[in-house]
């Protein structure tokens, strides 16, 4: 018995699931040093969207602790030795990446207010926060993973003691059996994606510190800000769909051609900021073909790529043969798998989103990194003994809705990934096309 | 990380103190069968009081969290295995000690409405219960450790984690201290006194195991009802003030005579159930002196006798003296020292109470028993490096004050441990007299 620590324990009025803003993706702390210094006017609107309609989070889910674990995540600050570490720690090889006006801009940083509503005939929860845009994307990963561990506390609240006993310790064997599948690979490159969807956060830390003692250096780092400085990893992870969607949306209305160079023009703004292995590009946001076939050739001559919503073997040859249309040696470059990857156990069939049959066919070829997220952190799937699916992940993202009052659109490869208003969505399907769009159902 | 555990925590609204009705001292329910037996239609009145008026317990714990914690309390009923365990059980070498008509009692028990309130000008928590005698009675013990135990949750809370820390390994480095030096005595025959004033609950275990392991057949059981069954040990105690002090407030109102023969008329009783070692009688509930002065023989024949607000040594002495005025052997009698014992810590002077010395006075002249109480499950004297006092223990009781709507009095060998309206303690002071009593200041 711990006495000191259940004594701390009885200090804290409720348990806090996010208690550091450094408990965030890397990504965003790049993107928003690009927004502060060139968007800085820029504002922005950030939404949670549930696309697991069937889940109905508001009922699962106490909202009185809900805004409680939300206002808890804007009294917190960066911390003085967590700047440090952003100051002086080298990333990608890259020393001194943050400058200090933007550390300055941290130092001073709070997310900020937010609404937040029960929808009674939908069930879900209506979250929005409107801000400066380079202020309000740090809220994306605190409200998932908030949002994402209250509902496992509130599943497993009511389980017993030896039914939650048997669920962790079949999820540790799940891990491990994946863990061990992985370790043979040749030249892994695997790293940790999770905190969104995580099951929560020790577990989280969990499953990477167990990744990083079975792969060894085929572990390559974690998304995780926090937990990259705590346990001395690689910060890892580029940008995201939210920049393209932004740059189109403070488009002007009538401005097809802006809206078409967006995709681009965020790519130009990134190289001047970062290099070398941050230079990897996300070709989905409105259709990796026709943002493959209209790229500028330096697009080509990038790092490398992060196909995302397209199922990974045809993306995969699909990059290969751009970069071979450009005559460009596709085993220089990388590509960084990262949407809904997965191990199959021994026994299982191995379906498309499996790492070692990605690699099987992509090692050699290419330079390969794989994002290993949902499944790492949270798969309890046939773990509970009474009920194997009730802890199966839902599809929650918080997703850029619009820029200085303009709606933002995606489109992605897959046609029910689309996000946006109708009309919106029609006109950017008339300006960028559907070349290469599949109607695949959604993967978490 | 325990997951299971963390997972398993989240699932109560509050952490409850008490947690069965069996976690209550073992006499209450030898008490509370002779009660139910032979006194069912009498009614009593328990209250709580703090003598030690300084600390405004009132003011230091949340009202509303008190209430929490009692009316959890009131939801709790003796269970199939704790039943199974009275009923079965051998209690001082004897089986069968409960009646099945008793057994059905405490299957039914439930603890009786109460009053609470917070007296402004005292500072002081007013809680009341009213009920019949042998259900009332059950709420001293889970009263007392709920308000202690939440009394120390309220200190500690907003103490950093190595205040913490420091504070428990220091509070065990005393106790093992104490236990080592206990280990030397001959013939040690020491027993856990510390429910009703331990730190918690937890620590309360933590204490009683440690002294089983390095007291080895010196430690022969504890008081506590469900950690005797938990742990395998001796359930141990016997009889309370509560007795003669009921049995002298159901007197008419000027019936002296019936005054004078409460405090034997308890013993005939008691004797009528049990018998060998559960014959230790208590004396000094209206003074000692008068007590032993006027016995019949058959008290002198008695098993033993636990002497609990006179100077151990006077106690002592006074109890041999008596013994051989009536023609017996001490040799052969049982003294049970529980009255504020403890162990002077190497260096330390000893006091009256030192376990060690009242042992080096008495062993060999008769038989000898420590109850140790407060100071073994609840000695933080000194462990708070910022403040030494701040955990001292409160001299907290529950006592019966009124049985039948008349008040009840205690007057003991302590002037001022007496107890009761003033006029009523004037006049048991005239039916008593006050041989024998000191005026000492009160002891934990």
Redesign the interface.
Known sequence: ?D??R???D??FPF?PIVRTLLDTDFYKILMAQMLHEKHFNDFATFSLLNRTTGIRLAETIDMGELREQLDHARTLRFEANELIWLRGQTFYGQEGMFTPHFIDFLRRLKLPDYELSADPESGQIRFETHGRWCEATFWEIPLLSIVNEMRY?AI????S?SR??I??ARAKVKLYAKLERLAGLEGLNLTDFGTRRRHSF??Q??CLLTAAEVLGKGFTGTSNAYLAMTHGLEAKGTNAHELPMGFAAICAPDDDQCLRDAQYKVLQQWQNSYRGELLVFLPDTFGTSQFLADAPQWVANWTGARPDSKDPAAAGEELIAFWESRAVDPARKLIIFSDGMDVALPGEAPGPHDIPAVHARFHGRVRLGFGWGTMLTNDFLGCDPADGGSLKPISLVCKLTAANGHPAVKLSDNYRKAMGPPAEVERYRRVFGSAGVADAPTLV
Chains 1, 2 share one sequence.
Do not use: C, N, Q
Request: proline share 0%; hydrophobic share 50%.
């Open positions: 018995m006495f000191a259940r004594a701390w009885h200090s348990d506390r497993l609240k009511g389980m003691r939650l006993d669920l962790y020790l577990w830390e969990h």
